[in-house]
């Protein structure tokens, strides 16, 4: 089955610098990768997402990116802010018929330090 | 459009009791998903629910089980509860039409 790793497990940087995530998946059958935000007490977000026969999308200032032949996709959070700490997740979705499959990495808890 | 819901928002057993936690999903969604996020770990699967019928499941035991009902909600059920059991219980649900997972705010359990 889909395996998805996530990296790194936590990330400090400093108010107004860029932070990046990177995660890896190893089926190629993925084709969609969204990207979740949990804050504290509260459910994951959907906060972008992507699929596979697009190589990059932004939104303000979050943007990611995908490489299908390396098989890996990456958040980018640019200008820093301290209400972007939270923990983030990748996912990789398998869809088969009318089904989705979702594979989860296992997160990255980003402090943002004002 | 309400989004997920779900109850309660929390939740105090003993071990070896035996607790319900519910799920609405959004208006039009026919697939629901549950995942246990022990505290600081990431999303472990549960169980997969589309059309009334379970679809898959985690590695759980099957003290871990669930139904969904025809108006698409669904309920998870732990029987015989362990003080690992301890953990934020997530529902999300799909609409089957496309890939977009929509989370609510959990129930958060604790077993003493």
């Known amino acids: 089955g889909e395996n998805v790793e996530q990296h790194p497990s936590t990330l400090s940087v400093q108010e107004g610098d860029s932070a990046v995530i990177k995660c890896t998946y190893s089926d190629s059958a993925s084709n969609y990768f969204p990207w979740y935000k949990q804050e504290l007490g509260k459910g994951p977000q959907l906060i972008i997402d992507i699929r596979s026969n697009v190589g990059e999308k932004k939104d303000q200032r979050i943007a990611v990116t995908l490489n299908k032949t390396a098989k890996h996709f990456s958040l980018h959070i640019t200008e820093t802010q301290p209400e972007d700490s939270a923990v983030y997740f990748c996912?990789?979705?398998?869809?088969?018929?009318?089904?989705?499959?979702?594979?989860f990495g296992s997160g990255t808890k980003l402090n943002v330090k004002p | 459009e309400a989004g997920v819901t779900q109850s309660p928002t929390h939740l105090i057993k003993t071990r070896g009791q035996q607790v319900t936690l519910r799920c609405s999903p959004i208006?039009?969604?026919?697939?629901v998903y549950w995942y246990q996020q022990a505290l600081g770990l990431g999303l472990q699967f549960l169980l997969w629910y589309d059309e009334g019928e379970e679809r898959n499941r985690g590695n759980f035991p099957p003290r871990f089980s669930g139904r969904q009902f025809p108006n698409y909600s669904s309920e998870l059920n732990v029987n015989a509860l362990e003080l690992e059991d301890s953990a934020l219980y997530l529902c999300?649900?799909?609409?089957?039409?496309?890939?977009?997972?929509?989370f609510g705010s959990g129930t958060q359990l604790s077993v003493l």
């Open positions: 996912a990789a979705t398998i869809r088969v018929y009318n089904f989705n499959k979702f594979y």
């Open positions: 208006s039009g969604h026919t697939s």
């Open positions: 999300a649900s799909n609409p089957g039409s496309n890939e977009k997972l929509f």
